[in-house]
């Protein structure tokens, strides 16, 4: 059966009740944990997550309107059902009052008590959910578009909207700048979690035990500058969905305890002793060649088989070069102050018929830069980068080109006056209007 992804922690100082309900709920729900006083669940509620508390209110050290109060004050997010042998009406009212979502009166059976834990799950899921939707809003104007027109793109996407159905770890591959990144949003996006976080790390930018930290979090005092306990990625990724970007930069270390948590949903703080709980969808990225990375010993091909379940493969730009011309607009508009520039048609064969090595991110930098650096409206080949213009054999050589480029450019700038062109280029008009019949355009 699958589990309910509820956190529960239950407060109770007679031991029977506490370790049965204990035993009974842990059959339902992917984590229990149970504590005998007031003190000790307050602790334990502002060190871990939890989505319902059961609170028992009468307990010898603090009672439990007492610890539902101090709750309050330190703003803990799970919600208290209140359980009790003797409760009168009105200490119940009281809690309900402070903010206790319900009560039960003890005996009770475990049928009665998990309705009211879904439902009280329910209740914290959406206050948590308004919450993050309001940064949300803001975070989904950001996602920048993907440009996908291209037959290969198109089937890419296809492949990731559906992929993005299904709960399975995800890894995406393809050169540096295909837009690996972009994808995995796409497909957090696209999924039942859309509306949970989605975290991001990038594995080769921090280092090895900064990134440790990073995820797993840790207790104060875990290590020298651990001056407050500070909850790790995965625990903010809970329901989410967590992007390990780079993931073949990852240290074998972190390759163990990353694969421990991908097959239980376990880990625990760095200097921690609670086992944390969560569910996470898992999208991997890498540019490198895993199965090569594995044969050199630099990447585990246990882990490899674990985040690889399923696959999406970035083509190179020079292998949709349908998309180009598409994705060079589409980056020209992003810019408001380039809107009034144009490429013309002969500086887009050359966008189209580089090999991009460095895939959309050299594109979206190179038409930034050209854009900026032209002073006219009408981009030409010659205001291209010099690479750009070594094509493979193609009509004439590229100097050719760039004086046709370039006389038809000064033409235009003239209004088709022919002698002030001659003139602006230095040459004689007759000399002129031979080169224009060259390229077809004589009179
Ligand atoms: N199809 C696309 N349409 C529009 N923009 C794109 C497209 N693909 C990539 N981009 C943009 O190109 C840039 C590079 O993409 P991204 O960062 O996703 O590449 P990557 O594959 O993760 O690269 P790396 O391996 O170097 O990390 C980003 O600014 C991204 O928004
Ligand atoms: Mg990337």
């Not at 028992?56 to 208290?80: F, H, N, Q, R, Y």
């Not at 895993?290 to 690889?308: C, M, Q, V, W």
């Amino acid at each position: 059966m699958e589990k309910f992804p509820i956190r529960i922690l239950i407060a109770d100082d007679e031991k029977n009740i506490r370790e049965l309900l204990r035993d009974e709920l842990a059959a339902f729900v992917i984590s229990v944990a149970a504590v005998e006083s007031g003190p000790l669940a307050l602790a334990e509620l502002d060190r871990t997550e939890y989505d319902v508390f059961l609170l028992d209110l009468t307990m010898p050290e603090m009672d439990g309107i007492t610890v539902l109060k101090k709750l309050k004050a330190l703003e803990i997010s799970a919600e208290v059902i209140i359980l009790t042998a003797n409760a009168t009406v009105h200490t119940a009212v009281e809690a309900m009052k402070i903010g206790a979502y319900d009560y039960l009166m003890k005996p009770f059976k475990i049928a009665e008590l998990m309705p009211i834990i879904e439902k009280a799950y329910e209740k914290k899921k959406l206050r948590a959910e308004n919450l993050l939707l309001k940064t949300q809003v803001k975070k989904q104007a950001e996602i920048p578009r993907l440009i996908a027109e291209s037959r290969a793109m198109r089937d890419v996407l296809e492949r990731s909207k559906k992929i993005a159905q299904s709960d399975f770890p995800v890894l995406i591959t393809g050169e540096s700048g295909t837009g690996k990144e972009l994808i995995a949003r796409v497909i957090h996006n696209a999924s039942p979690r859309a509306d949970r976080p989605y975290v991001v790390i990038n594995c080769g930018a921090l280092p090895e035990n900064m990134i440790e930290s990073e995820l797993f979090g840790y207790e104060k005092g875990a290590f020298t500058g651990a001056q407050a306990r500070k909850p790790g990625l995965l625990e903010i990724a809970h329901q989410g969905t967590l992007f390990l970007d780079e993931i073949g930069d990852m240290a074998l270390p972190l390759q163990v305890k990353l694969l421990r948590v991908i097959e239980t949903g376990t880990f625990y703080r760095l200097g921690g002793t609670r086992e944390q709980q969560i569910s996470v969808r898992v999208i991997s990225a890498t540019n490198k060649q895993l199965k090569a990375e594995i044969a050199g010993g630099s990447f585990r091909e246990d882990l490899y088989y674990r985040i690889s379940a399923l696959t999406v493969h970035l083509p190179p730009l020079r292998d949709r070069r349908d998309d180009i011309a598409l994705i060079t607009e589409h980056f020209r508009c992003s810019i408001p102050a380039f809107k009034q520039k144009r490429f013309s048609s002969e500086a887009l064969k050359l966008l189209t018929e580089y090999s991009w090595p460095g895939n959309v991110r050299e594109l979206q930098s190179v038409v930034h830069h050209v854009l900026l650096l032209s002073r006219n409206d009408l981009i030409a080949p010659a205001d291209l980068p010099y690479e750009l213009g070594e094509r493979p054999a193609s009509t004439g050589s590229r100097l050719e080109d760039r004086e046709r480029e370039h006389i038809l450019r000064v033409l235009s700038q003239t209004g088709n006056d022919r002698n002030k062109a001659a003139d602006i280029l230095g040459v004689h008009p007759r000399t002129l209007m031979r080169k224009l019949a060259g390229y077809g355009m004589g009179k």
